[in-house]
Each structure stands twice: as C-alpha cells, then as structure tokens.
C-alpha cells in the first residue's frame, strides 16, 4: 500500500510543538513571529536602511501518517524559482532565502543529510514585528554545525536538490516524521514592499 504523507509546519516550544498541515490551500508564509498562519498581514519584515532583517525561521517536515510496504527513504528538498529570491521578490541588497545545512559544501549538501533530527527542534526566536535571530548563529542544532547555511538557489531543481535525510527514515508500516528544513527570509535596504509571489517548494523521498 502506498504511504500517505504530508508537510507539516512546525511552531510553538520545543517541548509543545505545534504541526500544522501546509499545502497549495494552507501554504506557509514567513513573518517577524513564530506564527504558521497563511493569511495573516501581521509581523511583515520591516525594509532595513541598513544592514538585514529577517523573518523568523521556519521549519518543515514530512509526516507519514500511513506506513510504506517497505519503506521511506532519501527524502530531498527544492524549490523553484523565475530567477533568485532577491530578484524575484526585490528583497534589497543582501536579501535571500537561506537554508540551514550542515555540511560546508554544496555537494555534500546534495547527497548527505542536512535537515534537523525533529528531536533537536528549536522555535523560532526574534525580536518580534523587528527581525528574526539568525539561523547560523542562533538555532541550537545548526549553529553548532560546519555549514550553518546557504541560499536556496543551490537547490533549485530535483537533480540540485538538498539532502534532507539519507538513508532510511521509516520502515514497512511505520509512521513518523522526517528531518526539518529550516529556511528565513533576509531582507536588506532597497527592498520592494508589498505580497509577494508564492513559490513551490518541493519535498521528494523514495517509497518501495
């Protein structure tokens, strides 16, 4: 029987974790708060005249609520985009959309895990309605590592996608979650205010 699985948004502390399911009419939109509304026109991130703001960082996983015949596993991240967050989305200079890894090279990042083990979950942390802290120096499991980040444009396409989680992460009827992706918005001076376009983002994982 196939495995059913959907993409949970992940908020609230550590300790009591809210999962809150995200798709095409749910999707995820970035804030100065840790906040998994999709609508809400509060915490917008203020346009610097200096230096960067950001959003607080958002995690992200698979959740199998039905198990595989044998299992799940290599589940891998990207997304999609015209050209570059900072073009596509006029976030100023300095602006992007990062990731956080662990690894320091964009080709380890595509073949060995980079997502957080859901039990070293961190809650987004900032000064709200201002900035978010930033993942690299902040997040208790990525700023411990060798890569702390990078720009989603590295992982732009399923052949460029991040390694979320190799090897196997489920077996034959098991359920669980995945590692977490863990993204922030930077946006820098010069920044174009106003909604901005959704983008697909794109989980894929191997089933037998």
């Not at 300790?15 to 917008?44: C, I, Q, V, W």
């Not at 979950?121 to 993942?135: E, F």
Request: proline fraction near 6%; include cysteine; charged fraction near 15%.
């Amino acid at each position: 029987m196939v495995a059913t699985v959907v993409i949970k948004e992940v908020t609230g502390p550590e300790a009591s974790p809210t999962y809150t399911l995200k798709d095409e009419s749910n999707p995820s939109r970035y804030y100065t708060a840790d906040l998994a509304d999709s609508d809400s026109t509060a915490y917008p991130i203020p346009i610097p005249d200096s230096g960067i703001n950001r959003s607080f960082w958002k995690s992200h996983c698979l959740d199998i609520t039905s198990g595989p015949d044998t299992y799940i596993k290599n589940v891998r991240y990207y997304q999609t985009w015209t050209t570059s967050p900072n073009a596509d989305w006029s976030l100023g200079t300095g602006g992007d959309l990062i990731v956080g890894v662990s690894s320091s090279t964009v080709e380890d990042c595509r073949t060995l895990s980079q997502g957080c083990p859901i039990s070293n979950y961190d809650q987004a942390t900032g000064t709200v309605g201002q900035s978010g802290d930033p993942i690299e120096t902040t997040h208790s499991y990525y700023s411990t590592t060798a890569g702390k980040k990078m720009s989603i444009t590295n992982f732009d396409s399923l052949d460029n996608a991040l390694m979320v989680q190799s090897g196997q992460v489920v077996g034959a009827g098991e359920t669980g979650k995945s590692y977490l992706v863990v993204t922030q918005v930077l946006v820098g001076p010069g920044a174009t205010q106003g909604l901005k376009p959704d983008r697909t983002a794109t989980f894929v994982y191997d089933e037998a």
